[in-house]
């Protein structure tokens, strides 16, 4: 167990449909990054939440959003979800930045049918 | 530009040594990590060098060249279950903190 907690593991879904992924940092974490991995692709950085606030952001599609609540927990919000969104989303987290590397949380698959 | 280059796959043999290279243009990143992923599971933190020169942990060894823009990972004594992707990434200067992965290097052992 990695510290940092992704719910859920597993999600199909339908075309134009939306869903929430979740993450828990590791404790004493305060920085989240969101990644996305489809098949045969690099993890590709979406997005990083620093103590509640955005600090980067990568090639994240517009019908995608995010935040970090008050607890420093996050949430990946998809919508109008396509054939194409169908890849694995990690979550990962980190004291601030990079300096220690980032733990990454199991991942959440995505199947959109 | 911070691309990162690797090659996408390799074959070795178990028990024999294996060397993974990663280039990087060298504006922008301070140091470089290696992960390892096995299929489907989340990528596990293996080393990260941020000086020049090799930095030794066990079976595996990873080098840095910053001038270069290389680094390598080197898996000694090779054993079944470092089969795996093998993923190269710097830490970005700028935008605090991300890290901008490589693709990947598909390494099959094989008895």
């Known amino acids: 167990d990695s510290g940092v907690t992704q719910t859920p593991k597993h999600l199909i879904t339908a075309t134009g449909q939306r869903v929430t992924l979740r993450c828990s940092p590791r404790?004493?974490?305060?920085?989240v990054y969101w990644y996305q991995q489809s098949l045969d692709q690099g993890l590709q950085f979406l997005i990083q939440y620093y103590n509640g606030e955005e600090r980067a952001k990568g090639n994240i599609l517009e019908r995608f959003s995010a935040q970090q609540f008050p607890d420093l927990h996050s949430e990946l919000n998809l919508s109008s979800l396509e054939l194409g969104d169908s890849a694995l989303y990690f979550c990962?987290?980190?004291?601030?930045?990079?300096?220690?590397?980032?733990?990454f949380g199991s991942g959440t698959r995505l199947t959109v049918v | 530009g911070q691309n990162i280059d690797q090659p996408t796959e390799m074959t070795a043999t178990e028990g024999a040594i294996v060397q993974i290279n990663c280039t990087y243009q060298t504006s922008g990143f301070n140091g470089l990590f290696w992960y390892q992923q096995h299929a489907g599971e989340a990528p596990t933190f293996l080393s990260y060098?941020?000086?020049?020169g090799l930095e030794e942990k066990g079976r595996f060894s990873s080098f840095l060249s910053r001038s270069k823009g290389y680094s390598y990972l080197l898996l000694k004594e090779l054993q079944m279950k470092d089969s795996a992707s093998y993923l190269c990434?710097?830490?970005?200067?700028?935008?605090?903190?991300?890290?901008?992965f490589g693709q990947g290097t598909e390494l099959s052992v094989k008895p």
């Open positions: 990962a987290s980190s004291v601030s930045g990079t300096e220690y590397g980032y733990t």
């Open positions: 404790s004493g974490d305060l920085s």
């Open positions: 060098n941020v000086l020049d």
């Open positions: 990434a710097g830490p970005s200067y700028n935008q605090g903190g991300k890290l901008i």
